[in-house]
């Protein structure tokens, strides 16, 4: 039988307590949403110390605790910390020029604010690109990550007859984020989510001191790593934790990769991560929904910068566990990728292509990195395998196609931890808390999805005339009906061609985000802009991002957005320069106070030196 997690009697009531706490409470503060500002936008009434967690809990969830761990746990290592700490300095710059331009004009989403800077059909493209990724990737994304957790806890293990696997577990984690969403909101998301954001920082903090704990009390002899010998000079099995982990990962505790790496390439850290960061905190109507319900500009730029502030320590517990997990059991790692159908299918495939080559199929296979490292001997094979090919197709003059192959499964790094290291008793804390965690980022990107679908298509295209209370059945409706899409599709996305979790959420986005984000800053920098520029660069996107990924498959995903981003600028330059056009005023709203915060600013100030020293300290 698999090895699987167990809960003791205290396990499960610290984890049903958790839940019921977080479910609880979200609906007790959010006990009369009558109105659609009072669904959506927590009737604009959320403190900082409310939005700061909220906005933490939204982002943080099995998206960065499988996926950026299991990237941390390849051969990415600390340089993934840029999605976070280049974050930090994001949420500074979102909080003081962002933030007071949507406030001002009052906006529920973020695709309204285009219909007042270029047209209606602006706002809708948008709308209609935002629904389809929130559904059909982040969602469903975050639903499976989830539920990969779940699985490699206690895969294997049947409570009450039900097999727990990822399946049952994407069930499980869209009816508890549903709950609470369908019946209060926004507010109940921000409540809960204060809870939840709590809970997995020191969840996190509490993997990562028993990892390091557990790597000190190894001998260095078992430790699996793909630093060469020279790493452990001067290291015995004494040794604490910390100092075997930063001399066994030399190679991996450092932000900057080759301009070859198809992931993070030092070139992405110039332009391209700045596009996904920029969408994701200004333009992301899931991070974005909690600063618009803030009690005032000043309120909400205290919340931003207080998430930019926690955004800084999330690296050490989330991104040192997934390296710490590589070191500790890459053997499980193993067993976990050779137990996987999907996985198991794609090296059956390169076997019987090995021992009988198709004449009118030129497939090469790429392996991951670790894998590479750690055996040689199947690296060596597949390369001469690839080399037969690429010669076979030259004398055909035939082009060839990639598939990826995995010897390691790098989701389950923090999934292991928690498994093998969490005592029992402490087990059903650090659980809730990554359960937590999954919920809050479902329920942020339920809430967001149902606001866009209700107010920004519903209500102005099939009901203008909706009453408040039609539409909040509207909204809640549409919860429970996108939880059931992303829980169907979830199961789908362990395929290895999608190349982990965290990569297809990120390359997905590419189609959308630079876009949005070009044709929001030249509506921000340029009061005279032609209508026609919204439509155009909106979709121009896709279409340059498509042709870039079909003639240029190797380039780093983050280089194409960066692309991408420039073209459509350069193309809405060209229009504005032909076109004339009327300054469009943006409407004002007299119902909140617009008074900047100071302190703010001198803590954002604080956050940006901070998060340069960690460049430093770690380049």
Not at 461 to 473: D, T
């Amino acid at each position: 039988m698999a090895e699987y997690m167990t809960l003791n009697p205290v396990d499960l009531v610290v984890f049903v307590a958790f839940v019921l706490s977080v479910i609880g409470v979200g609906l007790i503060k959010s006990r009369s949403e009558n109105t659609s500002e009072d669904y959506f936008l927590a009737g604009r009434g959320l403190s900082w110390w409310l939005i700061g967690f909220s906005l933490i809990a939204a982002n943080i969830s099995t998206e960065q605790f499988v996926g950026m761990s299991g990237q941390a746990a390849d051969y990415l290592g600390l340089a993934i910390a840029s999605y976070e700490w280049m974050a930090a300095i994001t949420l500074v710059v979102v909080a003081f020029f962002f933030l007071p331009v949507f406030l001002r004009a009052g906006v529920y989403t973020i695709p309204e604010f285009l219909q007042y800077r270029y047209n209606e059909f602006s706002r809708t493209i948008m709308a209609v690109f935002t629904m389809v990724i929130y559904v059909f990737v982040t969602i469903a994304a975050v639903t499976y990550s989830g539920a990969l957790v779940i699985d490699t806890l206690f895969h294997g293990a049947t409570p009450f007859g039900i097999p727990m696997n990822v399946v049952t577990g994407g069930w499980i984690i869209g009816i508890i984020a549903a709950i609470y969403v369908t019946c209060g909101g926004l507010k109940a998301c921000a409540w809960a989510d204060l809870l939840q954001g709590s809970a997995l920082i020191v969840g996190g903090a509490v993997i990562t001191w028993l990892a390091l704990s557990a790597i000190g009390a190894a001998p260095l002899a078992s430790l699996a790593s793909t630093a060469g010998p020279a790493a452990a000079a001067g290291l015995t099995d004494a040794s604490s934790g910390l100092s075997k982990f930063f001399a066994l990962n030399q190679d991996r505790l450092h932000m900057v990769l080759p301009k070859t790496d198809a992931s993070i390439p030092w070139t992405a850290l110039v332009v391209g991560l700045w596009i996904p960061n920029f969408y994701y905190w200004g333009l992301n109507q899931y991070i974005v929904q909690r600063t618009l319900g803030s009690k005032s500009l000043s309120q909400g730029q205290k919340g931003i910068v207080f998430a930019a502030g926690l955004k800084l320590i999330i690296p050490f517990v989330i991104v040192f566990p997934g390296i710490a997990a590589f070191n500790l059991f890459s053997g499980d790692m193993a067993a976990q990728a050779a137990s996987d159908p999907k996985i198991a299918a794609g090296w059956a495939r390169f076997e019987q292509l090995e021992k009988a080559p198709k004449v009118d199929e030129f497939v090469l296979f790429t392996l991951d990195k670790a894998t590479t490292q750690k055996d040689p001997a199947k690296a060596a094979r597949i390369e001469a395998y690839n080399t037969k090919v690429k010669a076979a197709a030259a004398s055909a003059g035939k082009g060839t196609t990639s598939e990826s192959l995995l010897g390691l499964k790098f989701d389950t790094a923090f999934g292991l931890l928690v498994r093998k290291l969490t005592p029992m008793g402490l087990r059903g804390f650090v659980l809730a808390a990554i359960l937590g965690a999954v919920v809050s980022s479902l329920a942020a990107m339920l809430n967001a999805a149902s606001t866009i679908f209700t107010m920004d298509l519903y209500h102005k295209y099939v009901n203008p005339k909706a009453s408040q209370a039609k539409l909040v059945l509207m909204g809640r409706g549409t919860v429970v009906l996108f939880t059931i899409v992303g829980c169907v599709i979830a199961p789908y996305l362990g395929d290895p061609r999608f190349g982990g979790i965290f990569t297809y959420i990120q390359e997905f986005q590419g189609y959308i985000s630079p876009g949005i984000l070009a044709v929001f800053v030249f509506g921000f920098a340029v009061p005279r802009v032609p209508s026609i520029c919204g439509p155009i660069g909106l979709f121009l996107n896709p279409v340059l991002y498509g042709i870039l990924a079909f003639a240029l498959p190797n380039m780093a995903f983050l280089d194409r957005m960066a692309v991408t981003f420039f073209g459509v600028l350069a193309v809405m330059g060209i229009i504005t320069a032909l076109v004339k056009s009327e300054e469009k005023p943006l409407p004002a709203n007299e119902r909140i106070d617009l008074t900047p915060s100071r302190s703010a600013r001198v803590f954002g100030i604080a956050v940006v030196v901070a998060t340069v020293l960690l460049y430093i300290r770690f380049w």
